[in-house]
């Protein structure tokens, strides 16, 4: 049986209905939901970040953790990441936070919730969204080999504590909310050093840079 058809999820589906019912916004759209999946294949994986939960404000969760649409102003702990890029690899600031061109390299931006009431942060943890993506995490873990895991505070590395060290790259620090990001996200050096693991395994490493924003193709 595949999780999506385990009981848990039939709950969760069967909550976000009634939520939906009772006249509240969801986010992100019901389309979205799953599009870090969808925009990061299983086999063709090699960076997971892991992040906690939707953007709750208006406009801002697609579907990838951390990212938002073309458009859409870039959030503190994005800029935050910018700011470690740019520290660890010189590139220059994005004018955007979309951050599909990672994605479809294979960056899997997975939140561990996967679903937000508007304007209400954290406020589906705990519905069995956690339970699928510890899932999404296991089956990365024991059936992939050589990947890199980005943990970044002390949520995620919780999430990620039985990833297996040997097999994979995991690597640690702060979360880059901005609560939090001068004390070691900033100066971690995560992003060259998961490049370095990948070229190492004779992987093609990840082009951090973003192209501008009127550069980007249709989404």
């Not at 951390?66 to 859409?72: C, E, I, N, T």
């Not at 009431?117 to 059936?143: I, M, P, Y």
Request: aromatic letters at 10%.
């Amino acid at each position: 049986m595949s999780e999506f058809e385990a009981p848990y999820m039939q709950a969760l589906r069967e909550f976000l209905v009634a939520e939906k019912h009772a006249g509240k916004t969801i986010f992100p759209a019901s389309a979205n939901i799953f599009a870090a999946l969808d925009a990061t294949p299983f086999d063709q994986v090699k960076v997971v970040v892991l992040g906690q939960d939707p953007y709750h404000r208006p406009g801002q969760a697609h579907g990838l953790s951390f990212s938002v649409l073309p458009g859409v102003a870039i959030p503190p702990s994005l800029d935050n990441i910018y700011a470690e890029i740019r520290r660890d690899l010189g590139l220059a600031r994005p004018d955007h936070g979309w951050l599909m061109p990672w994605a479809k390299q294979g960056v899997l931006l997975l939140n561990a919730v996967l679903t937000v009431e508007r304007g209400l942060a954290c406020s589906h943890q705990g519905k069995g969204w956690e339970r699928f993506t510890d899932a999404v995490v296991a089956r990365l873990n024991e059936e992939r080999e050589g990947l890199v895991f980005l943990l970044w505070g002390s949520y995620a590395q919780a999430k990620g504590k039985a990833i297996d060290g040997r097999r994979h790259k995991v690597l640690k620090a702060p979360h880059p909310s901005p609560l939090s990001a001068y004390r070691g996200f900033i100066g971690s050096g995560h992003f060259s050093a998961a490049n370095a693991y990948l070229a190492a395994r004779a992987v093609t490493p990840i082009d951090w840079s973003l192209p501008p924003r009127a550069a980007l193709t249709q989404i």
